[in-house]
């Protein structure tokens, strides 16, 4: 279990960096009507959604394994093994979450943010003046919100990260799956107590994100 703990809050540092960053980004470009393959980004980010994770992996397995194209080729010419590793995990995590960071930011964006930003473009801003100083901060409880989903779901994500993973034992072994390992080992009492475990670092999670949305 000390392994499986530090690479789950491994894996909730990393998306607490990668989440604000790319899930506003995202949502940015959905937001304007203009932006090329618009309707393509989106049904992209809303797959995890609506399509079975294990499905998801499986894909993904087929298309980074060392045994297939893209796979095949990042090992050959990087040396970088992506599948049943820990980025394999951080990946899995990162496309589990993604889609609950983008809705809150891209719905905030659309319900009353383009108005500021017409305001801050009337009064001379520029673009990235008016995204950093004007945008960012009306929506940044919103942002916060997503990121506090995001993560929660990425801690709990088990599906992907079987596949991409590997459920190897003190190597990419989360939390969630040491349940899962757990009661396909029979051993309830160490599922009841990590579920407990993870249970209470998400509500943690979720206070400390209330707290900082109230700030």
Known sequence: MPHAAWLSLEVAVVMAILYPVVGFGVAYALSRPGFPF???LEAIVTLPLVFPPVAIGFFLLMLLGRGNVLGAALYRHVGF???????GVLLAAFISGLPLVVKPILSAIESG???LIEASYTL???KWVTVFRVLIPSIRRS??????LGIGRSLGEVGITLMLGGNIVGKTET????IYN????????RAA???????????AVFTVSRWMGEK
């Open 38 to 40: 618009r309707r393509l």
């Open 81 to 87: 093994e992506l599948v049943f590793s820990v980025w």
């Open 113 to 115: 943010s383009e108005e």
């Open 124 to 126: 001379g801003r520029g």
């Open 143 to 148: 942002i916060i919100a997503g990121v506090t």
């Open 175 to 178: 939390l969630s799956l040491a």
């Open 182 to 189: 757990s009661v396909l080992d029979g051993d309830f009492p």
């Open 193 to 203: 107590r990590i579920s407990l475990f993870l249970g209470g670092a998400s509500i």
